[in-house]
């Protein structure tokens, strides 16, 4: 039962192949070429899927409130409407426009990879994808994951969370080059909630709404 975890990674994608505790470490280029891959069961996107016409995710406020000092990680994902905007300025004047707020320069740079996955979805959406959030995983997997993962510590962390449940250090050795170590990692997170997903086993947060085009708001892991 093949599983695919894909974490965004520089306007392409980092992709994590999971087998049966064998994780294979993949550059792909956009979001149709991460649904592409071929006999996977469950495809797990850490970026978001189901997006409000206004106001906050549910989905969102609690998986912040879940992590605690680490849920600044979860960045507000835009109104449905911003994904039709031209530039960062437009989208500014839609948010506030819409629901008072201005859209934050992180979130704007994740409009173009959110607009690539909500293309590549279709409708109606593929059943196989479901939005994922790497620290939920991580956290799940040991609650001594603590320190931010761009740090010595933090790396070290995610790596002992991860080697009993698939042999993550020969995929990191095997890796595309020029993948970031990061990406690789919060990939495998990814992939181990997809493979919890695929057995039924997995948590989530948010209610069962769905927003325009019919994708789920919920963050799962």
Not at 31 to 54: F, K, N, Q, T, Y
Not at 88 to 99: E, L, N, P
């Amino acid at each position: 039962m093949a599983v695919l975890g894909v974490d965004g990674w520089r306007g392409a994608w980092a992709g994590a192949l999971l087998d049966d505790g064998v994780v294979s470490l993949l550059a792909l280029s956009d979001a149709s070429a991460a649904l592409a891959v071929p006999g996977v069961e469950v495809v797990a996107v850490d970026m978001p899927i189901g997006l409000a016409d206004r106001g906050s995710r549910a989905c969102d406020v609690a998986a912040r409130r879940l992590l605690g000092r680490a849920g600044s990680s979860v960045f507000p994902a835009p109104l449905r409407p911003v994904l039709d905007a031209a530039d960062y300025a437009h989208a500014c004047r839609m948010s506030v426009g819409i629901w008072g707020k201005a859209l934050s320069k992180q979130t704007w740079s994740l409009v173009p990879s959110i607009r690539s996955l909500d293309d590549a979805l279709g409708d109606p959406p593929d059943p196989r994808v479901h939005e994922v959030h790497p620290e939920l995983a991580f956290r799940a997997l040991d609650l001594d994951v603590l320190d931010p993962k761009a740090t010595a510590r933090g790396l070290a962390q995610r790596l002992a969370a991860l080697r009993p449940v698939m042999d993550v250090d020969r995929a990191l050795a095997e890796a595309p080059p020029r993948l970031p170590a990061v990406d690789a990692l919060d990939a495998c997170a990814a992939a181990w909630s997809a493979q919890r997903i695929a057995t039924g086993t997995a948590e989530s947060v948010g209610d069962d709404g769905r927003d325009a085009r019919g994708r789920p708001m919920r963050i799962t892991w």
